[in-house]
């Protein structure tokens, strides 16, 4: 229903392989620097890249909250310090009160990382884990809200969205129906994943993942690169936007009902979800100047993106994907996604595929690669779609 | 938020699905406590109906039950909701990667992710409806049936909620203790149509009551976050009104006005 869409975006956050910050990604994509790099997380198979966020060391959470340590949750909590989002979120509590702000975060694995280490510093012959392992402040998906929620003094639903790789884009879509149904006047929304050995040897064991920077759309694609990251967005009404803000426009959703772990070939589901979006943001194919890819490098999914793009836009629409920069951050690719759309309409920009010459030639959609281009850009459509056959789309930029 | 519930379902100790259950449910037939045991999903091909673990059939032998006759099915919109996932398989990675040699199978891994259970019904009835799959550890059922009701009150959708939980392998059950399975299903629309009853649903900031009953059918919550939805089926099944607190979060709860149609 139309009701629900435009949203303010009062406040954004991201962390990615660059670091703290909106700052930090907007100049490398404009640079085309990449943060991914040789993985060096303990553990992870040989001879793959990973875009692992730096600092974590340094990101613990405040004492009394000391039980949700885990490399997801530190994750979070830099997302809070990063862009003043931590304090934005403050004014916006005293602005609604505590319960009036609910709290919708994606993740396809929270903090699991602390139950891999668990496992491994096992007793030799003790078949439980060590007593300080706490599994529902961590590896359990609502440690991630009911982190966030803790460290903000925020009182209104908490969600645990987990969808795969389509978490972090539909929990923003929860968080915008929370907002519409009046559950709540604002909320705060995205998703958080973080790199862990199930994640890495999963997708080896599926044998997607690159074997050097990923390259997506090339020809040569070899497969994904894992990133982690976090991507945070306070999304309150339309009349609360800053005058000439960014706004949520729409978002839209679909499932494939085709396999677990592999697209349907002709893109249906994500054919599916990008018109779901246009029609809630009251849009049409001429109305998008940019659409960023989910993009994640595989031979599957990019030549199915392509198809699908094709279907829909023809070749008049320039798309792309970023995670030639972040890699692929699962559970939080679809909230930095929409932060980085942001970032395209305030710049300008449409980036390139990082690493990549040239488009597949097979490919018949308008795939920007080889260099960024300049060009105004008032509308990004952004994909993301998931094991599952879950699909999601949001579109970011400028009222009508 | 206004909402109908026509369909609903129940799988769980001593409830062997909604029929053979409303009676118990309401009160009239005394409970008695049996093993619940979720079959192979009929509606899946053979070869993947094989490879489910319980957690899916639970899932599935909810979401089954409660869109029974519904002739719009495939255009339902669906909430997944669990705290645990499929922990069987969850565990089975981890011990796979924490034994020498030991290796994750690519089904093992697509199978894990939370929504799995969300992508095994719509591959199985063949539908392209939009699915939301959720965590929510105690709370879990409440966060179900207020994303639910957001997508109902929101986008005027028929949704359907299924909620279900399994007991995690060790050494993961000791940290997370869930005593036998339960799953649950219901079918939410924006109109009265129907419907068996109107649920009204009310977030509400403060704790919600913590307590059950010490044994019998309403001790089952203790055992399963998900039977904390048993309050709510109890209304349903003795058509009756009632005022269900269902938690969201330690410092939450849902409060779900039931009135019967």
């Known amino acids: 229903m139309s009701g629900m869409w435009p949203l303010a975006i009062g406040a954004r956050s991201v962390v990615t392989a660059f670091g703290l910050g909106t700052e930090a990604l907007r100049a490398a994509l404009r640079e085309r620097r990449t943060g991914l790099a040789p993985c060096a997380f303990p553990g992870a198979p040989e001879g793959i890249w990973a875009g692992e966020v730096p600092g974590l060391e340094d990101a613990t959470p405040p004492p009394e909250l000391a039980a949700y340590d885990c490399r997801n949750n530190r994750i979070a909590e830099l997302a809070l310090r990063a862009d003043s989002f931590a304090e934005a979120v403050a004014r916006a509590r005293e602005t609604y009160g505590a319960d009036r702000i609910a709290v919708v975060v994606g993740t396809s694995t929270a903090g699991i990382e602390a139950t891999e280490r668990a496992y491994a510093r096992r007793d030799a012959g003790a078949a439980g884990l060590p007593a300080d392992f706490n599994y529902s402040h961590t590896h359990d998906l609502f440690a991630l809200p009911g982190y966030l929620a803790a460290r903000l003094g925020l009182n209104g639903p908490a969600l645990a969205v987990s969808t795969a790789c389509t978490s972090g884009a539909r929990a923003v879509m929860e968080a915008a129906a929370l907002i519409s149904a009046g559950v709540v006047d604002a909320a705060l929304a995205g998703g958080v994943d973080s790199l862990c050995r199930l994640t890495l040897h999963g997708f080896n064991s599926l044998e997607l993942l690159s074997r050097g920077a990923c390259r997506p759309c090339a020809g040569d694609r070899d497969g994904i690169v894992i990133g982690e990251a976090a991507g945070l967005l306070l999304l309150e009404k339309p009349e609360r936007a800053a005058p000439g803000s960014v706004l949520l426009l729409g978002g839209g959703a679909s499932s494939d009902g085709h396999h677990m772990s592999s697209p349907h070939p002709d893109g249906l589901g994500a054919v599916g979800a990008m018109r779901a979006a246009l029609s809630a943001a009251g849009l049409g194919v001429g109305d998008i100047d940019y659409i960023n890819l989910h993009g994640t490098g595989t031979r599957a999914n990019d030549a199915m993106e392509d198809r699908a793009v094709h279907h829909l836009f023809g070749d008049a629409v320039p798309c792309s994907s970023t995670k030639g920069w972040t890699g692929h951050t699962l559970g939080a690719s679809g909230a930095i996604e929409a932060v980085i759309a942001s970032l395209c309409v305030e710049e300008g920009l449409v980036p390139g595929c990082l690493n990549v010459a040239a488009p597949d030639p097979e490919f018949r959609a308008d795939v920007a690669a080889g260099g960024n281009r300049a060009k105004p850009v008032r509308r990004v459509l952004s994909n993301s779609f998931g094991f599952g056959g879950s699909n999601c789309a949001l579109v970011v930029g400028r009222a009508a | ?261």
């Open chain 2, 1 to 261: 938020m206004k909402i109908w519930v026509s369909g609903v379902a129940v799988l769980g100790p001593g409830l062997p699905g909604w029929a053979a259950s409303e009676a118990v449910l309401a009160g009239t037939q005394p409970w008695a406590q049996a093993d619940a045991v979720a079959p192979p999903p009929a509606i899946l091909p053979a070869t993947e109906r094989r490879r489910t673990g319980q957690t899916v059939r639970f899932a599935l032998a909810a979401a089954s039950e409660a869109t029974e006759g519904v002739t719009d099915r495939t255009a339902l919109e669906t909430v997944f909701a669990s705290a645990n996932g499929d922990g069987m398989t969850v565990g089975g990675i981890l011990d796979a990667m924490h034994t020498p040699e030991g290796a994750i199978s690519p089904t093992q891994f697509h199978n894990s992710v939370h929504n799995a259970a969300a992508g095994y019904w719509h591959i199985a009835i063949g539908s392209t409806a939009p699915s939301v799959s959720l965590g929510g550890h105690d709370g879990v059922f409440g966060a179900g049936l207020l994303a639910a009701g957001t997508a109902v009150a929101a986008r005027g959708a028929g949704v359907l909620l299924c909620a279900y939980d399994t007991p995690l392998p060790e050494p993961l059950a000791a940290c997370r203790p869930t005593a036998f399975g339960f799953a649950t299903a219901l079918v939410l629309r924006p109109v009265p149509e129907g419907a068996r009853a109107l649920l009204e649903l009310r977030h509400v900031a403060s704790p919600p009551l913590d307590e059950f009953a010490p044994d019998g059918l309403d001790a089952l919550p203790r055992g399963n976050a998900v039977a904390r939805a048993l309050p709510l089926l109890r209304a349903l099944a003795g058509r009756r009104e009632a005022t269900v607190r269902l938690m969201l979060t330690p410092r939450s709860h849902l409060e779900c006005r039931v009135t019967p149609c």
